[in-house]
């Protein structure tokens, strides 16, 4: 297990301290299922890291990303990435992750 950094929005971080935000998804794997990081002095726990097309992200898994609908993920993917925009087929990681209870 080893202590990784990854970086949120501001409006992200929020949705993952609030218990809103289980899962996140990047154009690269951030670490192994096992690995942990830190938000604000909570620790938060990789628990399954999986590739899959960004528009089924986008169908399945909104509100474990923090949002409020397909179209808000959709739209918050093209703001982060906006030269190569919301690609459906593309192929993403998916980290879902939990907070440490110690």
């Known amino acids: 297990m080893t ?28 670490g192994k299922e096992g690995d ?18 960004l528009d089924a992200v986008a169908r399945n898994l909104w509100m474990e990303e923090g949002c409020s609908s397909k179209e808000q993920f959709i739209e918050i993917w093209k703001q982060i990435h906006p030269r190569a925009g919301f690609i459906a087929r593309q192929l993403v990681y998916v980290h879902e992750f939990t907070k440490v209870i110690e």
């Open 3 to 30: 202590e990784i950094t990854i970086p949120f929005r501001d409006d992200m971080k929020k949705a993952i301290l609030e218990g809103r935000k289980s899962a996140t998804t990047r154009n690269k794997r951030y």
């Open 36 to 53: 942990t990081f830190m938000l604000d002095g909570q620790k938060f726990v990789l628990r399954y890291i999986h590739k899959m097309p």
